[in-house]
């Protein structure tokens, strides 16, 4: 059964670093692409990127390039997306999904959700 | 860049059929993905490539593109559709999403 489970939800004040994980397990990591997705309170979906843990080839929604850092390892099966100073802004959900062995294809797994609260 | 425009709201009465549209230049030229998400909970796809349903999606979702309108319709709607729905298309190697509708079973 392919499932992708996140880090726990985190508190932090602005200016601070994060990094928040999303691990999977069921079926060949390196293989498949996963992406990134804020949802913010409220608000509809929004893409951040997407990576290839086989290659580590990325790809950054311009509205997030150079606000965000996706990686994976693919050694432990995980993907990360880092922040090294949060704003409010950054106030939201993040869901990691995984697309398909090729990037142009939906989202058809998702995690469960982080939920990243940035309040002084 | 490109667009997907979602109506707001859509409601419909409970056992009738829902059209939600979405709207971009030319989306028939495109795959069209559809998610349901309910509050609280994750995205789930229920519509693939247009029109195609992954395993575990009951036959009354069905999805339709052509020109510049891509449909996702809810036959005999029951009250745990309700839920936001959102299309999504790829263009120029990014995912585009459209806001989002959400649906009322009246």
């Known amino acids: 059964e392919v499932q992708l489970v996140q880090s726990g939800a985190e508190v932090k004040k602005p200016g601070e670093s994060l990094k928040i994980s999303c691990k999977g397990s069921g079926y060949n990591f390196t293989s498949y692409w996963i992406g990134w997705v804020r949802q913010m309170p409220g608000k509809g979906l929004e893409w951040m990127g997407i990576i290839y843990p086989g290659d580590s080839d990325t790809k950054y929604s311009p509205s997030f390039q150079g606000q965000v850092t996706i990686s994976a390892d693919k050694s432990i099966s995980t993907a990360y997306l880092h922040w090294s100073s949060l704003k409010a802004s950054d106030t939201a959900m993040y869901y990691c999904?995984?697309?398909?062995?090729?990037?142009?294809?939906?989202?058809?797994?998702w995690g469960q959700g982080t939920l990243v609260t940035v309040s002084s | 860049s490109y667009e997907l425009t979602q109506s707001l709201s859509v409601s419909v009465a409970l056992g009738q059929t829902a059209r939600i549209p979405c709207g971009g230049n030319n989306i028939g030229s495109k795959n069209v993905h559809w998610y349901q998400q309910k509050p609280g909970q994750a995205p789930v796809l229920v519509i693939y490539?247009?029109?195609n349903r992954p395993s575990g999606i009951p036959e009354r979702f069905s999805g339709s593109n052509s020109g510049n309108t891509a449909t996702l319709t809810i036959s005999r709607a029951q009250a745990g559709d309700e839920a936001d729905f959102y299309c999504q298309v790829w263009d120029s190697s990014t995912v585009v999403f459209g806001g989002g509708t959400k649906l009322t079973v009246l």
């Open positions: 490539r247009d029109r």
């Open positions: 999904a995984r697309h398909g062995s090729e990037m142009a294809t939906p989202g058809n797994f």
